[in-house]
């Protein structure tokens, strides 16, 4: 199967597209123009009319909306937001792969491992300061 290219689309342009006449919106910087969607909605018209022109990637996932009604949204693609005007979205962010991240790998140059330092080089000295005041004074 061939990948079309989307049409890009910036936001300013979406935000004009805010009536019954002209219904669009982001979801995921997808656009999708669904004035011919609006009096089929089962929500109803008033909730698209107030998604209209906006990116409405929240309040689509905040209603649950059916694995029939993600699909059936493709039919109304246009477009995608430009890349400029696109967001992260808390799905989109990929797990973090390495742990150690710059801060950490500076820190290690200078001899400093992390938070545990803070405890380990104060028990070592405590134990040296405890073996000397025994040895010493036993």
């Known amino acids: 199967r061939i990948k079309m290219s989307l049409k890009q689309v910036t936001l300013e342009e979406v935000s004009k597209h805010n009536s019954m006449r002209s219904l669009w919106f982001v979801i995921g910087n997808k656009v999708y123009d669904v004035t011919k969607f609006v009096d089929e909605h089962p929500g109803g018209c008033e909730v698209l009319l107030e998604q209209a022109g906006k990116d409405a990637t929240e309040a689509f996932e905040d209603v649950g ?13 246009v477009g995608e937001v430009v890349e ?6 808390s799905y989109d962010k990929k797990p973090q ?12 140059v200078r001899g400093q491992n992390g938070p545990l330092d803070a405890l380990v080089t104060p028990a070592l000295i405590a134990i040296a300061i405890a073996l000397v005041y025994y040895l010493v004074l036993a």
Do not use: I, V
């Open 65 to 77: 909306h059916s694995t029939d009604a993600r699909a059936m949204k493709e039919e109304y693609l």
């Open 97 to 108: 792969q390495n742990w150690n991240t710059d801060a950490d790998k500076d820190n290690k």
């Open 84 to 89: 400029a005007d696109r967001k992260l979205y």
